[in-house]
Antibody, heavy 122, light 110 residues
Framework: EVQLVQSGPVLKKPGQSLRISCTAS????????IAWVRQMPGKGLEWMGS????????RYSPSFEGQVTISADNSINTAYIQWRSLKDSDTAVYYC???????????????WGQGTLVTVSS | EIVLTQSPGTLSLSPGERATLSCRAS???????IAWYQQRNGQPPRLLIY???IRATGVPDRFRASGSGTDFTLSITRLEADDFAVYYC???????????FGQGTKLEIK
């Protein structure tokens, strides 16, 4: 059974750094991309970027490039997203999701983590 | 960058009715790279349909997707209580390998 388990909720102050994690099981981590998706309070889903479990190649949405760093450690089947300096506006739920793509047939986020609530407040 | 615009923003219907949700892309996209998700309150999104019209495991055949080019539709027949949620379309762009979500349609009980 595919599972993505995310780290727990966090409360941080503006300017602090943060790394949250997403640990995968039930499939070959190295064979898939893992995406990070932001959902601000009461808002929709925003794709932030994705990392490939095989070689840690990362690709970013233009809206988030330079704002976060996405990485993976395939020795422990875990993907990460990190911030160097948080802002109030980073307050959101962050989801990881497995990206399943089969060339010319389909591409979708087929399994999702439970979400990590990040609250940034002074 | 491709923008997905969903309409309506909110759809108010009664159980048993049929829902039609629209997702319009700012330029032509490959329908095989369009997917639809359901998000119930307080839960992570759930994949419903992908690859043009493939239903994810456990999704009833009351859910159907169609469309091509720039216009895509999710149809839900015989609405049940569990169907009232927010629905998102998603597109994977192969040229730049960027993913995009629509802003969502909230399906609420009338």
């Amino acid at each position: 059974e595919v599972q993505l388990v995310q780290s727990g909720p966090v409360l941080k102050k503006p300017g602090q750094s943060l790394r949250i994690s997403c640990t995968a099981s039930g499939y070959t981590f190295r064979s898939h991309w893992i995406a990070w998706v932001r959902q601000m309070p009461g808002k929709g889903l925003e794709w932030m970027g994705s990392v490939y479990g095989g070689d840690s190649e990362a690709r970013y949405s233009p809206s988030f490039e330079g704002q976060v760093t996405i990485s993976a450690d395939n020795s422990i089947n875990t993907a990460y997203i990190q911030w160097r300096s948080l802002k109030d506006s980073d307050t959101a739920v962050y989801y990881c999701a497995r990206f399943d793509v089969r060339g010319y047939q389909y591409a979708a986020f087929d399994f999702w983590g439970q979400g990590t609530l990040v609250t940034v407040s002074s | 960058e491709i923008v997905l615009t969903q309409s309506p923003g909110t759809l108010s219907l009664s159980p048993g009715e049929r829902a039609t949700l629209s997702c319009r892309a700012s330029q032509n996209v490959n329908s095989r790279y369009i997917a639809w998700y359901q998000q119930r309150n307080g839960q992570p999104p759930r994949l419903l349909i992908y690859g043009e019209s493939i239903r994810a495991t456990g999704v009833p055949d009351r859910f159907r997707a169609s469309g091509s080019g720039t216009d895509f539709t999710l149809s839900i027949t015989r609405l049940e209580a569990d169907d009232f949620a927010v629905y998102y379309c998603h597109q994977y762009g192969t040229s730049r390998r960027w993913d995009t979500f629509g802003q969502g349609t909230k399906l609420e009980i009338k």
